[in-house]
C-alpha cells in the first residue's frame, strides 16, 4: 500500500513537472535566460560567455553563474544537433523528480519506530506539489537539480556510514560507499557553488560524528569524499587556471553578492539595493542617464550590474569589479560592526528569518501561500527538534547543511531560492514534524476517550 502511494505521488509529481517544463514558464527569470545563452554559446562556438539573441547590453560576465547547468544543457545540445531547450527542461524535470522518492526514502530513515509511514508520506507529497518547484520545470534553473544531487548525496552518505561497522565488505565495495556521496556532493558545487563550501563543512561534521569509528576509518572515509569531489571540480578549475592565468573558484561574482549582502540600507532585501545606491550617488544617476542618451538605451539597461559596476569602478579604479565589490562588502560589514554591532546583528539575524519564513513571492504572494509555506517549515522545525531530542546522528548532519545554507543567505544575498535547493531536505523534517503532531493528537483522543472506571 505504501509502495502504490509512492508511484502515485511520484507519477503525480512527474506530470505536473514535464507539463511545465513542456510549455515553458510564462516568464522567463533573467537566470534562466542567461543560462540558456550560456548553454548555446558552448555549443555552437565552444565558448563559455553570454552571447547572441537576447544577450543584454550590460549581461554579468558568464563566469558569474554556475557551470553545472549550462554545461549538462550544451551536452543534450551536442547529443541532439539541436539547440531546442524544451528537452532540456524536460530532462531537468526528470531529474527534479527523483527528488521525489529520494525524499521518502530519507524520510523512512529518519522516521522514528512508531511512525506509522505518515512522515515518508508527507515528505514525498510536499517536493511533489511544492509550486515552486513545478513552477521551476518550465525554466532552466539549478535549484531543483541541485536538489535532488545533495539529497542523494546525504542518503549515500547514510548509507556509507551503516557499511562502515561491516567488517566483511570488501576493499573495492567500502571505496565505492565514500566515492558516491563525495561525486554528489562536487556534481553539486559544480551546479550550486556555495554548496563546496557547504559540502566541506558538511563532510567535516560526518568525521566528528564517526570519531569513535577509529581515526584510520574516519580518515579514510573522509580522504575519499575530498578526492570524489576534487575529481569531479578539478577540470573546470582547470579550466579556469588556463584562461585566467589565476586560481579561480568554480564562478565569479561573489563580489556583487557580498557587497548587496552587506548593503545595510536595502534592510536585507537585494531588489532595495540598486534603487538605493542610485539615490545616495546621484552621479551615478546622471552619467547612466548620459550614457543611455547617445546610446538609445531605455530604463531596461539599468540593471544591478550595470550600475555595481560604474560604483565599483568609481570607488576603486583601476581593481577588477569583482574584487572591488568584494572589498567595499568587507568594509560595509566592518564599518556596522564597529559602528553599530546591535543594528547589524538585527540585520543578520534578519535575513537568515528572510530565506526560511519569507519564501518565494511567487507562492507567499498571497495569505495562504504564505501560511502554507511557514507551516511546512515549523514543521520541520519541530522534525529537526525530534532528532536532536532523540539524539540521532543524522541532526548534526542536516544541521550543517541547514547553518550552512542560513549563514551563506545571512553573509550575502538572502534569497529565498537558497532554500529551495534543500527543500527536499526540509520536507522530510516537516513529514517527521507532522507525524509527531498526528501521534500526539492521536493519543490525546484515546486518552480523552478511554472510559472511566466506575467505583
Given at each position: 500500500?505504501?509502495?502504490?502511494?509512492?508511484?502515485?505521488?511520484?507519477?503525480?509529481g512527474?506530470?505536473l513537472?514535464?507539463?511545465?517544463?513542456?510549455?515553458?514558464?510564462?516568464?522567463?527569470?533573467?537566470?534562466?535566460?542567461?543560462?540558456?545563452?550560456?548553454?548555446?554559446?558552448?555549443?555552437?562556438?565552444?565558448?563559455?560567455?553570454?552571447?547572441?539573441?537576447?544577450?543584454?547590453?550590460?549581461?554579468?560576465p558568464?563566469?558569474?553563474?554556475?557551470?553545472?547547468?549550462?554545461?549538462?544543457?550544451?551536452?543534450?545540445?551536442?547529443?541532439?544537433?539541436?539547440?531546442?531547450?524544451?528537452?532540456?527542461?524536460?530532462?531537468?524535470?526528470?531529474?527534479?523528480?527523483?527528488?521525489?522518492?529520494?525524499?521518502?526514502?530519507?524520510?523512512?530513515?529518519?522516521?522514528?519506530?512508531?511512525?506509522?509511514?505518515?512522515?515518508?508520506?508527507?515528505?514525498?507529497?510536499?517536493?511533489?506539489?511544492?509550486?515552486?518547484?513545478?513552477?521551476?520545470?518550465?525554466?532552466l534553473?539549478?535549484?531543483?537539480?541541485?536538489?535532488?544531487?545533495?539529497?542523494?548525496?546525504?542518503?549515500?552518505?547514510?548509507?556509507?556510514?551503516?557499511?562502515?561497522?561491516?567488517?566483511?565488505?570488501?576493499?573495492?565495495?567500502?571505496?565505492?560507499?565514500?566515492?558516491?556521496?563525495?561525486?554528489?556532493?562536487?556534481?553539486t558545487?559544480?551546479?550550486?557553488?556555495?554548496?563546496?563550501?557547504?559540502?566541506?563543512?558538511?563532510?567535516?561534521?560526518a568525521?566528528?560524528?564517526?570519531?569513535?569509528?577509529?581515526?584510520?576509518?574516519?580518515?579514510?572515509?573522509?580522504?575519499?569524499?575530498?578526492?570524489?569531489?576534487?575529481?569531479?571540480?578539478?577540470?573546470?578549475?582547470t579550466?579556469?587556471?588556463d584562461?585566467?592565468?589565476?586560481?579561480?573558484?568554480?564562478?565569479?561574482?561573489?563580489?556583487?553578492?557580498?557587497f548587496?549582502?552587506?548593503?545595510?540600507?536595502?534592510?536585507?532585501?537585494?531588489?532595495?539595493?540598486?534603487?538605493?545606491?542610485?539615490?545616495?550617488n546621484?552621479?551615478?544617476?546622471?552619467?547612466?542617464?548620459?550614457?543611455?542618451?547617445?546610446s538609445?538605451?531605455?530604463?531596461?539597461?539599468?540593471?544591478?550590474?550595470?550600475?555595481?559596476?560604474?560604483?565599483?569602478?568609481?570607488?576603486?579604479?583601476?581593481?577588477?569589479?569583482?574584487?572591488?565589490?568584494?572589498?567595499?562588502?568587507?568594509?560595509?560589514?566592518?564599518?556596522?560592526?564597529?559602528?553599530?554591532?546591535?543594528?547589524?546583528?538585527?540585520?543578520?539575524?534578519?535575513?537568515?528569518?528572510?530565506?526560511?519564513?519569507?519564501?518565494?513571492?511567487?507562492?507567499?504572494?498571497?495569505?495562504?501561500?504564505?501560511?502554507?509555506?511557514?507551516?511546512?517549515?515549523?514543521?520541520?522545525?519541530?522534525?529537526?527538534?525530534?532528532?536532536?531530542?532523540?539524539?540521532?546522528?543524522?541532526?548534526w548532519?542536516?544541521?550543517?547543511?541547514?547553518?550552512?545554507?542560513?549563514?551563506?543567505g545571512?553573509?550575502?544575498?538572502?534569497?529565498?531560492?537558497?532554500?529551495?535547493?534543500?527543500?527536499?531536505?526540509?520536507?522530510?523534517l516537516?513529514?517527521?514534524?507532522?507525524?509527531?503532531?498526528?501521534?500526539?493528537?492521536?493519543?490525546?483522543?484515546?486518552?480523552?476517550?478511554?472510559?472511566v472506571?466506575?467505583?
Amino acid at each position: 500500500m505504501r509502495l502504490l502511494a509512492l508511484v502515485l505521488i511520484v507519477v503525480a509529481g512527474l506530470a505536473l513537472r514535464m507539463d511545465a517544463a513542456w510549455q515553458g514558464a510564462p516568464e522567463n527569470l533573467p537566470d534562466s535566460a542567461a543560462y540558456e545563452r550560456i548553454a548555446r554559446g558552448l555549443h555552437e562556438d565552444g565558448e563559455f560567455i553570454q552571447k547572441g539573441p537576447g544577450t543584454p547590453a550590460h549581461a554579468q560576465p558568464a563566469s558569474n553563474y554556475s557551470p553545472g547547468l549550462p554545461l549538462a544543457v550544451s551536452a543534450v545540445f551536442d547529443l541532439t544537433g539541436d539547440d531546442d531547450v524544451r528537452l532540456a527542461r524536460v530532462l531537468l524535470a526528470l531529474l527534479g523528480t527523483l527528488a521525489i522518492p529520494l525524499a521518502w526514502l530519507l524520510a523512512r530513515r529518519l522516521a522514528p519506530p512508531e511512525d506509522p509511514g505518515i512522515a515518508s508520506f508527507i515528505a514525498a507529497s510536499v517536493v511533489a506539489f511544492y509550486p515552486s518547484l513545478i513552477t521551476d520545470a518550465g525554466m532552466l534553473l539549478t535549484e531543483s537539480l541541485a536538489g535532488t544531487l545533495i539529497t542523494g548525496a546525504l542518503l549515500a552518505l547514510l548509507r556509507a556510514r551503516d557499511h562502515m561497522r561491516d567488517r566483511n565488505r570488501s576493499a573495492a565495495l567500502r571505496i565505492t560507499d565514500w566515492m558516491l556521496p563525495g561525486c554528489l556532493l562536487g556534481m553539486t558545487a559544480m551546479v550550486r557553488p556555495e554548496y563546496l563550501v557547504i559540502s566541506l563543512v558538511l563532510i567535516g561534521v560526518a568525521a566528528v560524528v564517526d570519531r569513535h569509528q577509529g581515526i584510520r576509518r574516519v580518515l579514510l572515509s573522509t580522504g575519499l569524499m575530498l578526492l570524489a569531489m576534487t575529481l569531479v571540480i578539478a577540470p573546470w578549475v582547470t579550466r579556469n587556471l588556463d584562461d585566467s592565468g589565476g586560481l579561480a573558484p568554480l564562478s565569479t561574482g561573489g563580489g556583487q553578492t557580498l557587497f548587496a549582502g552587506s548593503y545595510l540600507a536595502s534592510a536585507g532585501d537585494p531588489l532595495e539595493v540598486m534603487p538605493r545606491v542610485l539615490r545616495n550617488n546621484p552621479v551615478l544617476a546622471q552619467r547612466i542617464e548620459i550614457e543611455n542618451a547617445i546610446s538609445g538605451e531605455g530604463p531596461e539597461s539599468v540593471t544591478p550590474e550595470r550600475v555595481l559596476t560604474m560604483l565599483a569602478s568609481s570607488r576603486m579604479p583601476g581593481v577588477p569589479t569583482d574584487l572591488a565589490l568584494t572589498r567595499m562588502g568587507r568594509e560595509n560589514y566592518l564599518r556596522a560592526l564597529f559602528g553599530d554591532p546591535l543594528g547589524l546583528t538585527g540585520y543578520v539575524a534578519g535575513k537568515s528569518a528572510r530565506i526560511w519564513w519569507r519564501g518565494r513571492t511567487d507562492l507567499t504572494g498571497s495569505p495562504a501561500g504564505r501560511a502554507f509555506h511557514m507551516t511546512l517549515v515549523a514543521g520541520a522545525l519541530a522534525g529537526m527538534l525530534l532528532l536532536g531530542f532523540r539524539r540521532r546522528p543524522e541532526f548534526w548532519l542536516i544541521l550543517a547543511l541547514a547553518v550552512g545554507v542560513t549563514i551563506i543567505g545571512a553573509i550575502f544575498v538572502a534569497s529565498p531560492r537558497r532554500t529551495l535547493a534543500l527543500w527536499p531536505v526540509i520536507a522530510c523534517l516537516s513529514g517527521i514534524g507532522f507525524s509527531l503532531a498526528f501521534r500526539l493528537a492521536r493519543d490525546a483522543v484515546a486518552h480523552r476517550m478511554r472510559p472511566v472506571p466506575i467505583a
